[in-house]
């Protein structure tokens, strides 16, 4: 098939390509840098109608992976590209004859900071989800799934915290901490947290392309199904990274009184880095938040491939091939 996957240069974005023309489809790739993918490109902004015009042409499924990705900064460039991207692609899409369309969303849309656990896939909410990342989400993924109808199939899936090796965001900003000595397991660590290997979303997203005619207007939560104790996820990606394991710890309820002061502190100042936490992170870490993955599996007919301790050996191995520097 003819397929447009944004957001080429981030780890989700690039691996789902990849895996897409290996299999002998024919790609396109829309990011505003160069992936060196080998696929054709289009570099351009989500919100440049023209652009996305150009992008969609010919294409039989879209995969939309590009989003403004951040702990916090200004509402505006959340909704510029989250929102306002998303429903500038999915009306072209529509209006240029794409057939499937899979919004890449997050499980983020529905956590209100208390712990999920064995969930399914429950609505997106914009009026209750935590940060503005989460909430720009929430808002363009319902926007994308009321567009679902005959000859245009809408799919959301949310992988839940993807990383592998490579990755910028989960594994990049927890190596900085710890290398900064500003990493602390939040509250007592022992909250129940699923990941996703970065493999195993990529083909959960080809899954719903292949199959989204029969799943349109549906939501799925992928994730790698083995949930384990926040402590031991973060100790096992320093660990990978050639680091001592993580001996600063921060009550919970501390850690989520000081993310609101930093978050208001940096709208104040109208500041666009990240703060040391915000509330959403503080939530994150201290709160369970797995899934129920029979019927996502069954549905998509998915499993993962890559369980999280071949991931954790991937992810030390590169890690060993980057020295002497070991960046990401």
């Known amino acids: 098939m003819k397929a447009l996957v944004t957001g080429g240069t981030s780890l989700l974005g690039s691996t789902t390509a990849r895996k897409l023309r ?9 990011q505003r840098r160069p992936s060196g993918l080998g696929a054709r490109e289009v570099l351009a902004d989500i919100a440049d109608a023209e652009a996305v015009t150009r992008a969609v042409q010919g294409a039989d499924v879209v995969i939309h992976a590009a989003a403004k990705v951040e702990m916090a900064g200004p509402w505006p460039a959340f909704e510029q590209t989250n929102i306002k991207g998303t429903v500038n692609l999915v009306r072209t899409a529509r209006d240029s004859g794409v057939q499937r369309f899979v919004y890449v969303s997050s499980p983020s ?3 209100a900071g208390r712990s999920l656990v064995g969930r399914p896939a429950t609505p997106a909410s914009p009026e209750s989800a935590r940060g503005s990342y989460a909430r720009s ?3 363009a993924e319902r926007l994308a799934l009321a567009a679902n109808e005959s000859g245009f199939s809408v799919v959301a899936v949310r992988p839940h915290l ?6 910028q965001q989960l594994v990049g900003r927890i190596i900085t ?3 900064q000595g500003r990493l602390a397991i939040i509250g007592t660590g022992t909250a129940l947290v699923d990941t996703t290997y970065v493999d195993n979303a990529a083909d959960a997203l080809v899954a719903a392309a292949d199959r989204a005619h029969e799943l349109g207007g549906r939501a799925f939560v992928v994730s790698n199904g083995e949930p384990r104790p926040v402590s031991e996820l973060l100790n096992r990606i320093v660990v990978a990274a050639g680091l001592p394991p993580i001996r600063l710890r921060v009550p919970a309820a501390v850690a989520r009184a000081a993310g609101a002061v930093f978050e208001q502190l940096w709208d104040r100042l109208n500041r666009e880095d990240e703060p040391p936490i915000t509330r959403f992170l503080a939530e994150q870490l201290s709160t369970a938040h797995w899934f129920d993955q029979r019927e996502t599996r069954r549905l998509l007919a998915w499993r993962p491939a890559v ?14 091939a980057s020295k002497p520097t070991g960046s990401l």
Do not use: C, I, M, Y
């Open 162 to 167: 993807v990383w592998g090796p490579g990755d």
């Open 22 to 30: 290996a299999r002998g489809d024919d790609v396109t790739v829309f």
């Open 109 to 111: 849309v529905a956590h």
């Open 177 to 179: 901490r710890a290398r």
């Open 137 to 139: 989400k929430a808002a």
């Open 307 to 320: 369980g999280l301790d071949e991931g954790f050996s991937r992810l030390a191995e590169w890690f060993r």
